[in-house]
């Protein structure tokens, strides 16, 4: 039981890895200061694995096409890490080391999550499928803060462009300062895939998911914009 539920922490909401994925979408204080894992959840699988999958058990499976990778990275989560050697702590973008690999050892187990709040921030995750409830071919994750109509900061996960995870750097940056519209945001996505390495395979090769990643990055920033 250690490991489940959800709780706050001064500035960060903590998720104990064994909370399944139905608790997280379903508790108040996600959606209130984590509302990207809310949304992600929502596209995740179907009801049966959503009752029965664990939030950490998701980051440490690290399928570069799962739902949950993108966001967490995206709002800058920390993940802790037990063993017989003791406690530590990694950084979402140092957890993730390559295709279904982690930084969690032979010898260790992921404890908890913990998340910055983002309360106020708008969110959206945008997933592209050809069936319901299959691993997405590309999908989104925006967190973004705006001011007067303007974007203030944003955050830009991207799902099943690389072995791992990958933040939009380019995109982010180019969104700070620009106004919440559709030629703004159009002009920033365009760089969504800068840096990545998508993969080819029967739904659909590089080159195409490059051009998804810069559709669905407009999408879901518009949409996290409000």
């Known amino acids: 039981e250690a490991l489940r539920g959800v709780r706050e922490d001064g500035d960060a909401l903590v998720l ?5 994925h139905a608790d997280v979408g379903s508790d108040p204080l996600v959606a209130e200061h984590a509302g990207l894992l809310t949304r992600a959840i929502a596209h995740l699988a179907d009801a049966q694995v959503r009752h029965r999958g664990t939030f950490g058990g998701a980051l440490a499976h690290a399928d570069p096409a799962g739902d949950l990778g993108a966001p967490a990275l995206a709002l800058g989560a920390e993940l802790t890490i037990a063993g017989q050697s003791g406690t530590r702590t990694v950084a979402a973008q140092d957890f993730f080391t390559g295709l ?20 106020g921030w708008g969110a959206h995750y945008e997933k592209f499928v050809r069936v319901a409830h299959q691993w ?9 803060r705006t001011e007067g109509g303007s974007i203030a900061e944003a955050r830009v996960g991207l799902t099943n462009m690389g072995s791992v995870p990958l933040r939009a750097h380019a995109v982010e940056q180019a969104l700070v300062g620009q106004p919440a519209t559709e030629d703004a945001v159009r002009r920033a996505a365009a760089s969504a895939a800068e840096g990545t390495s998508p993969p080819s395979d029967l739904n659909g090769d590089a080159d195409y998911r490059r051009h998804l990643a810069t559709v669905l990055t407009r999408r879901a920033v518009l949409a996290a914009a409000g």
């Not at 997405?136 to 973004?144: L, S």
């Open 100 to 119: 279904f690999t982690t930084a969690v050892g032979e010898d260790e187990i992921l404890t908890q999550v913990r998340v910055p709040k983002h309360t």
């Open 16 to 20: 104990g890895a064994m909370t399944t």
């Open 136 to 144: 997405p071919i590309v999908a989104v994750a925006a967190a973004v």
